[in-house]
């Protein structure tokens, strides 16, 4: 994993508590930002005022990239989950470092690319079963085989838009073929290979 901690040397974080908003969706993107603790959920707010849960990002994510990079609009918000320390990068601060850290600049286009194809299964989840929905959404998070990804049922649902009940169903589905493990407010990938046949609905 690449250490995106040099980001922040030589500068002090903002702290947000939970439920504050970090950036808004439509709004100017004039920088991006780095999670050094706690954690954010990203969200995509419909035309009818739903919320459809993007992402958890945890310490050592980045946020807001992708807007910052294309400079248009920002397509997502953020709000802090838990209080949290973040970090905003600017332009000039962002030159800086690659200055100082010239071996980052590969692994940033490929964070890039990574966020870029997260957005564009979440497009691509309106036309999908329910199946394909939940198997994607759960291997798109940033998360090792074996290690919990905390969610619910319920931020599931809002991510791909299905009912609590629907995401319920498949996420048992799911554990009965012990591809993946239910705990308390987590899942757990057991079988990647496998979930990932079925999120391309082989």
């Given at each position: 994993m690449t250490n995106w901690a040099l980001l922040a040397e030589?500068?002090?974080?903002r702290k947000y508590l939970a439920g504050q908003l970090i950036y808004l969706q439509g709004?100017?993107?004039?920088?991006f930002y780095y999670l050094i603790?706690?954690?954010?959920?990203s969200f995509i707010s419909t035309q009818s005022g739903e919320e459809r849960v993007l992402t958890v990002h945890r310490a050592g994510d980045?946020?807001?990239?992708?807007s910052f990079f294309d400079g248009c609009s920002r397509v997502t918000s953020a709000m802090a989950l838990e209080d949290c320390l973040v970090l905003s990068v600017d332009r000039p601060q962002l030159d800086s470092m690659f200055q100082r850290h010239p071996e980052l600049a590969l692994p940033m286009l490929q964070y890039l690319a990574k966020t870029v194809r997260l957005l564009s299964n979440h497009v691509n989840y309106a036309s999908l079963p329910a199946l394909q929905r939940v198997a994607r959404f759960l291997l798109s998070q940033p998360i090792e085989d074996g290690v919990a990804i905390s969610c619910?049922?319920?931020?599931?649902?809002q991510a791909v838009g299905l009912s609590r009940v629907t995401v319920s169903r498949?996420?048992?589905?799911?554990s009965r073929q012990e591809l993946i493990s239910l705990g308390y407010r987590s899942i757990t990938i057991l079988l990647r290979s496998k979930l990932e046949e079925l999120a391309q609905g082989v």
């Open positions: 030589g500068r002090t974080p709004t100017a993107p004039d920088c603790s706690g954690a954010v959920r980045l946020m807001g990239e992708a619910t049922h319920e931020s599931v649902g498949t996420l048992e589905h799911l």
